[in-house]
């Protein structure tokens, strides 16, 4: 990312919430926590690798 340009986080963080997982709009903060269910971990990686194909091309 060039300094000053927000612009490939914030694309990752629509897709991903596009796929369903909860991520800051700004794709600057990311959580994880006691509320997340296993599940909510397993699925989150493939979610992530869909995402970064869809920006990246």
């Keep these: ?10 694309d990752l963080a629509e897709d991903l919430i ?7 709009e700004s794709g600057l903060a ?7 269910t ?3 971990v397993a699925r989150t990686p493939a979610a ?5 194909t869809g920006i990246t091309g």
């Design 38 to 40: 296993d599940a909510d």
């Design 1 to 10: 990312m060039v300094a000053g340009r927000s612009e490939p986080l914030r």
């Design 18 to 24: 596009r796929g369903g997982i909860h991520a800051e």
């Design 48 to 52: 992530v690798d869909r995402a970064l």
């Design 30 to 36: 990311w959580y994880i926590s006691a509320a997340h």
